[in-house]
């Protein structure tokens, strides 16, 4: 049963536009999500949250919208750059773990 | 500051085999999360350890067994191993038992099973 959903597994865009990734849920009691960024032979690093009262947060480039209505989340990279090339998850919390997405790779060209 | 540190990177092991997979957690975080990240998956929770006790469990049988340390460190012990055990293992360290939203992970450690 995946609860975390990420339907896109790669997405391309060009430097200096915007990168969408999206993310669907199925459980309703998860009330905090976050989005990891992974590069190739690095472990998942921390990059934006959202809390379920909220339905944007932003922070420089990234930030990621929550419609609690329609259980989707999205990530908003604005303007895309060539070392944000990377492998993105979307992640809830539950209880002692972390629920995650199957992830989107993110290639942005010159 | 060092942060969450994995040994080793990489490893080669033969089906059958026992593999011990080593963790230190981020200076001051007493918590330790093992994930196994398969090829095109999301990482996928094995189990928690704190206060040297296992504390949550993920859907994965009994030859997954861990240990952790007074100083906070962990094992990952993995035994008859499966081809299906190749993965990339991640290490997740936070401070004080609960949901992981402040997790730092680790490089992780590529185990390849032939």
């Known amino acids: 049963d995946q609860q975390v959903k990420q339907n896109s597994p790669s997405l391309s865009v060009q430097e200096g536009r915007i990168s969408i990734l999206n993310c669907d849920y199925t459980?309703?009691?998860?009330?905090?999500f976050l989005w990891y960024k992974k590069y190739p032979a690095e472990g998942p690093t921390f990059l934006i949250s959202?809390?379920?009262?909220?339905d944007k947060n932003e922070d420089g480039r990234f930030t990621v919208f929550l419609n609690k209505s329609a259980k989707h989340l999205s990530l908003h990279i604005v303007p895309s750059q060539p070392g944000d090339s990377a492998v993105y998850f979307c992640?809830?919390?539950?209880?002692?773990?972390?629920?995650f997405g199957t992830g989107t790779r993110l290639q942005v060209f010159p | 500051d060092a942060g969450v540190t994995q040994s080793p990177t990489h490893l080669i092991k033969t089906r059958g085999q026992q593999v011990t997979l080593r963790c230190s957690p981020k200076?001051?975080?007493?918590?330790v999360s093992w994930y196994q990240q398969a090829l095109g998956q999301g990482p996928q929770f094995i189990f928690q350890?704190?206060?040297?006790?296992?504390?949550q469990r993920g859907n994965f049988p009994d030859r997954f067994s861990g240990h952790q340390f007074p100083n906070y460190s962990s094992e990952l012990n993995v035994n008859a191993l499966l081809l299906g055990d190749s993965a990339l293992y991640l290490c997740?360290?936070?401070?004080?038992?609960?949901?992981?939203?402040?997790?730092?992970f680790g490089q992780g450690t590529r185990l390849t099973v032939v």
């Open positions: 997740a360290s936070s401070l004080g038992q609960g949901t992981n939203t402040e997790a730092f």
């Open positions: 459980n309703s009691m998860f009330d905090y």
């Open positions: 959202i809390s379920s009262i909220k």
């Open positions: 992640a809830a919390p539950a209880t002692d773990k972390l629920i």
């Open positions: 200076s001051g975080h007493d918590t």
């Open positions: 350890y704190y206060e040297e006790e296992e504390r």
